[in-house]
């Protein structure tokens, strides 16, 4: 069936859990100044955030700083606890794409994550599961994002400070990972609130077009709506 005459939902609605990492790319952290952890930094999402491919990111209108961040997501497999690195692939599923919108001003107020990034519609996800048989090599996919026309973050994953098998062992150290958790692996450089000379978040009407090697492409709009 052509893909035109679809509607493509998010490949996975209720995962168990959905962790994300910060900090996790080397370029995004010296674009802000930030030291590169020697641990993961982690933090999670609601799966009420979850929407699929062309549904729209909602932004409230008292949100002033939304902002993208293209993400390569790894879905699990199997529930695994204390997995050793050399293990780790085997607890992988697949992989697909996930994009962890921010709401920057109340995550900077907060100073800490959770608030900013668990809006409704704030984890668009897809455009499908990527088996990791068909992926091969993980350690050097190209990541790229448009906002509208304009190419915003262009990096790949070799720029990881842990890459997937590493995130793996360290969180399965801490929890019990299991079947249809999504674990987003972090974001490269190029985010709207660190662009110089100074930020440019985005607004109702744009396009957000993230690409993953392997993967496929997510695009979603944005819609400003007043609550």
């Not at 490949?11 to 990492?21: A, D, E, S």
């Amino acid at each position: 069936m052509p893909l035109s005459k679809t509607t493509l939902l998010a490949p996975i609605v209720h995962p168990p859990k959905i962790i994300c990492l910060g900090l996790n790319y080397r370029d995004h952290a010296a674009e802000q100044n930030a030291p590169i952890p020697d641990e993961p930094i982690i933090f999670f999402k609601p799966n009420t955030a979850i929407i699929g491919p062309h549904e729209y990111i909602v932004k409230p209108n008292f949100v002033k700083q939304l902002d993208y961040e293209a993400e390569l997501a790894v879905v699990v497999g199997r529930k695994a606890k204390n997995v050793p690195i050399s293990e780790a692939k085997e607890y992988v599923f697949g992989y697909t794409i996930l994009n962890d919108v921010s709401a920057r001003d109340i995550q900077f107020k907060d100073k800490q994550w959770t608030r900013g990034k668990s809006f409704d519609t704030f984890a668009p996800t897809g455009p499908c599961i990527v088996t990791q048989d068909q992926m091969g090599d993980i350690s050097n996919l190209s990541i790229r994002t448009w906002v509208n026309s304009e190419i915003r973050q262009n990096s790949t994953t070799r720029n990881m400070v842990f890459n997937v098998y590493e995130i793996l062992h360290h969180l399965s150290r801490i929890m019990t990972l299991e079947p249809c958790d999504i674990i987003a692996t972090g974001t490269p450089a190029g985010v709207g609130f660190a662009m110089k000379p100074k930020p440019r978040f985005l607004q109702d009407g744009d396009v957000v077009k993230i690409e993953i090697e392997k993967v496929g492409v997510l695009e979603n709009r944005v819609v400003e709506i007043k609550p």
